[in-house]
């Protein structure tokens, strides 16, 4: 069913009455640490935005809302339930799990995540993990600022093996914008690009591309690069059987979704040296448990989950997300995610 099938509010025409409407940001700091505008919601509605709801104060705060924005603070079936003015839900990302979609549904409620926003955030930031792995820039500088240089007897010096990307193998899974932009960073490096994906359609033009199925990518590819969105087939798709088919010598990247992986699959194979290292923006639980394993595994940089976090993606976000309620407000609701 096409979503103005069954979430048709038609407000064209009324902005005295909208600019009555309460429109709550439930957590606006990761998006708006204070370097970006709230004023393109204001435009539209009243706004309330706090930075942070404890789980205590969801319903408090979102009482008497007509709309809400969340990034992940969840709206269950039973908060859904017991917020009756409620008549869109915005999500300020692209992953919506922490909303009750079926539920909002049973009420017409439509929920609209940001689903394209931070292509180039995020592949720029899985090479940022990969060349810290290959080249070890923060290992230097900081032997560089302890005084190592300056007392090395030789004209240069290396803390650990580096490793040149070109005429190595690149294995992409998940072959969508963010997967299609990674492969053709590494094309631009000199990588022998391969990618696996559901949809082995539009292979692009650089020479050497192909498809592959997974236990081909893992078993060929130098560096392995996740792309793919959380489903249950894909969930803990990295685990103990499937790391044994990649080298030794491989690096494994995940900017994508933390549960991908088995963490503690990963962290034994890092730390028995059954792969070379893995750069990580994402893990199972965020934020982990200071008991994760991965947290302390040999050769593993771990980031804060932060590749769409330039001020250029965000900005992007924020305005997809006023786009958003403009057209809900117009009768014509866009990227609902539960039509």
């Given at each position: 069913m096409h979503p103005r099938g069954i979430f048709s509010y038609h407000c064209a025409g009324r902005s005295g009455s909208l600019r009555a409407m309460k429109n709550v940001v439930l957590d606006g700091y990761t998006l708006n640490p204070g370097d970006l505008s709230w004023d393109g919601f204001k435009k539209l509605a009243d706004i309330?935005?706090?930075?942070?709801?404890?789980?205590?104060?969801?319903?408090?705060?979102?009482?008497?809302?007509?709309?809400?924005?969340?990034?992940?603070?969840?709206?269950?079936?039973?908060?859904?339930?017991?917020?009756?003015?409620?008549?869109?839900?915005?999500?300020?990302?692209?992953?919506?799990?922490?909303?009750?979609?079926?539920?909002?549904?049973?009420?017409?409620?439509?929920?609209?995540?940001i689903p394209t926003y931070g292509t180039a955030s995020v592949a720029q930031h899985a090479f940022a993990l990969l060349l810290e792995l290959t080249n070890h820039v923060k290992a230097h500088s900081d032997a560089v600022r302890a005084g190592e240089w300056s007392k090395n007897a030789d004209w240069c010096f290396t803390v650990g093996p580096m490793m040149e990307l070109a005429e190595k193998t690149l294995g992409v899974v998940g072959f969508g914008r963010i997967g299609r932009q990674v492969g053709a960073i590494g094309h631009a490096m000199g990588m022998r690009v391969i990618a696996f994906d559901s949809m082995q359609t539009n292979p692009p033009d650089y020479p050497g591309f192909r498809f592959a199925n997974l236990e081909e990518l893992l078993a060929e590819s130098d560096v392995v690069s996740l792309h793919c969105p959380l489903f249950p087939e894909t969930q803990g798709m990295i685990n103990a059987k499937t790391l044994k088919r990649m080298k030794p010598t491989t690096f494994l990247i995940n900017n994508s979704r933390g549960p991908l992986i088995v963490d503690k699959d990963l962290a034994d194979a890092l730390n028995a040296g059954r792969l070379a290292g893995a750069g990580l923006d994402v893990l199972s639980v965020e934020p982990p448990p200071p008991d994760n394993p991965l947290i302390k595994a040999k050769n593993c940089i771990i980031t804060p989950h932060i590749s769409w976090a330039s001020r250029e993606s965000r900005a992007r976000l924020m305005q997809l997300a006023v786009d958003n309620l403009a057209a809900f407000l117009k009768g014509k609701p866009q990227n609902v995610v539960n039509p």
């Open positions: 309330e935005v706090h930075d942070r709801t404890p789980a205590n104060l969801i319903l408090k705060r979102a009482a008497g809302a007509e709309i809400l924005h969340t990034n992940k603070t969840p709206l269950t079936a039973d908060t859904i339930q017991q917020l009756p003015k409620l008549k869109y839900i915005g999500v300020l990302a692209t992953g919506y799990n922490i909303v009750d979609a079926k539920a909002a549904r049973a009420r017409a409620i439509p929920v609209s995540n």
